[in-house]
């Protein structure tokens, strides 16, 4: 939840009063950041790496989170960038069959077109502050009731994708602040405001493309997950160890 949503129930909650059905999430893998895994122990074997360079099996510390550990996007605000595989929230009672990634049966596109025009009348009368410009459309490409989320002012996805060993071939190279264009998936994230809610691009030295170590920037922080979600989620992780200790082991 981003903006001034603190969870998902408003903002479904405002799905709700719009009349939507289902809100996406645009997809694009985070990279977990150097600070936080476990130190690299080079691998030598191109039959593990499926490549000639060293790779390393990718851990995360059994003191940190997953959702920490990755909250390095390659983008800065509203992604641009995004994969065909977005997540979704959605009401079952209307979509009929959800298959991995895609709602590909709905109520409304298995409507004909006296039952869609049937179902908008009922919406318009339902949301009469809102201003329903929906049509009748075949074949139905994205279903009318559908819309991306404001991943400013709604909420965000962070893809936490565990880094697969051959994923990280090669990182004592391609992750070096030296003018190559390589593909780094280490997170080193640019310095910026830690302010939770600033998540416009305000880093004040474009120039700087890396760190005093040499090893190059490609990633920010997200601070609302940062500052706000990582401590609750720690929190939480915490009180259900104690009640796990107090119910199953018999430990106070």
Same mark, same amino acid.
């Given at each position: 939840?981003?903006?001034?949503?603190?969870?998902?129930?408003?903002?479904?909650?405002?799905?709700?009063?719009?009349?939507?059905?289902?809100?996406?999430?645009?997809?694009?893998?985070?990279?977990?950041?150097?600070?936080?895994?476990?130190?690299?122990?080079?691998?030598?074997?191109?039959?593990?790496?499926?490549?000639?360079?060293?790779?390393?099996?990718?851990?995360?510390?059994?003191?940190?989170?997953?959702?920490?550990?990755?909250?390095?996007?390659?983008?800065?605000?509203?992604?641009?960038?995004?994969?065909?595989?977005?997540?979704?929230?959605?009401?079952?009672?209307?979509?009929?069959?959800?298959?991995?990634?895609?709602?590909?049966?709905?109520?409304?596109?298995?409507?004909? *077109?006296? #039952?869609?025009?049937?179902?908008?009348? =009922?919406? @318009?009368?339902?949301?009469?502050? !809102?201003?329903?410009?929906?049509?009748?459309?075949?074949?139905?490409?994205?279903?009318?009731?559908?819309?991306?989320?404001?991943?400013?002012?709604?909420?965000?996805?962070?893809?936490?994708?565990?880094?697969?060993?051959?994923?990280?071939?090669?990182?004592?190279?391609?992750?070096?602040?030296?003018?190559?264009?390589?593909?780094?998936?280490?997170?080193?994230?640019?310095?910026?405001?830690?302010?939770?809610?600033?998540?416009?691009?305000?880093?004040?030295?474009?120039?700087?493309?890396?760190?005093?170590?040499?090893?190059?920037?490609?990633?920010?922080?997200?601070?609302?997950?940062?500052?706000?979600?990582?401590? *609750?989620? #720690?929190?939480?992780?915490?009180?259900? =160890?104690? @009640?796990?200790?107090?119910?199953? !082991?018999?430990?106070?």
């Amino acid at each position: 939840p981003m903006g001034r949503h603190r969870s998902l129930t408003t903002i479904v909650n405002q799905l709700d009063e719009e009349g939507m059905k289902m809100i996406n999430f645009k997809s694009y893998r985070s990279w977990p950041r150097k600070a936080l895994i476990d130190p690299p122990v080079p691998i030598q074997d191109y039959k593990l790496c499926r490549h000639r360079a060293a790779c390393f099996e990718l851990t995360v510390p059994a003191n940190r989170t997953m959702l920490q550990t990755y909250n390095c996007e390659r983008e800065r605000g509203p992604k641009k960038k995004q994969v065909p595989a977005e997540k979704q929230l959605y009401r079952p009672d209307y979509v009929k069959m959800h298959f991995i990634h895609y709602s590909t049966i709905t109520v409304l596109s298995a409507a004909n *077109r006296s #039952e869609f025009e049937r179902m908008l009348e =009922q919406q @318009q009368q339902q949301h009469q502050h !809102l201003q329903i410009h929906r049509k009748w459309v075949w074949p139905m490409s994205k279903d009318l009731n559908s819309r991306f989320s404001d991943e400013l002012n709604e909420g965000t996805m962070l893809h936490t994708k565990a880094m697969a060993r051959q994923d990280t071939a090669d990182w004592q190279n391609s992750c070096r602040d030296n003018g190559r264009d390589l593909m780094c998936r280490i997170g080193n994230p640019y310095p910026e405001d830690d302010n939770e809610d600033n998540n416009n691009n305000n880093f004040q030295q474009p120039n700087v493309t890396g760190d005093s170590e040499g090893w190059k920037y490609n990633c920010w922080i997200n601070q609302r997950i940062e500052k706000y979600f990582v401590p *609750r989620l #720690e929190e939480a992780m915490k009180s259900t =160890q104690e @009640q796990y200790n107090q119910l199953v !082991l018999g430990k106070t």
